[in-house]
Nanobody, 119 residues
Framework: VQLQASGGGLVQAGESLRLSCSVRTSRISGMGWFRQAPGKEREFVARISESGALPDYTDSVKDRFTISRDNAKNMVYLQMNTLKPEDTGVYYC???????????????WGQGTQVTVSS
């Protein structure tokens, strides 16, 4: 599995961004996003099951972020709305068994994409 994330950038608080992750894989797996803020550990942001039927989020992004996937296009997305300065960090696309992603059991890490939210 190879993952290529894109879509990061610099935005003001309250604005939106959509991250995309291109997935090169011979099999379907759970997908997700982690982020790492400066000086902090990586943290789980969102995950989605193989079929796309089970999105799941960390509490701080619920009702603001939406994870989705298009298996026909081998793409995973993270729509981020109402961004806050505390959302700033490097965002990583990840792949692994859906049940383990939330606790960091990741099989494949993509390269990160920087998201910066100014106040």
């Amino acid at each position: 599995v190879q993952l290529q994330a894109s879509g990061g950038g610099l935005v003001q608080a309250g604005e939106s961004l959509r991250l995309s992750c291109s997935v090169r894989t011979s099999r379907i797996s759970g997908m997700g996003w982690f982020r790492q803020a400066p000086g902090k550990e990586r943290e789980f942001v969102a995950r989605i099951s193989e079929s796309g039927a089970l999105p799941d989020y960390t509490d701080s992004v619920k009702d603001r972020f939406t994870i989705s996937r298009d298996n026909a296009k081998n793409m995973v997305y993270l729509q981020m709305n109402t961004l806050k300065p505390e959302d700033t960090g490097v965002y990583y696309c990840v792949a692994g068994r859906f049940g383990g992603l939330k606790v960091g059991k990741v099989d494949v890490w993509g390269q990160g994409t920087q998201v910066t939210v100014s106040s």
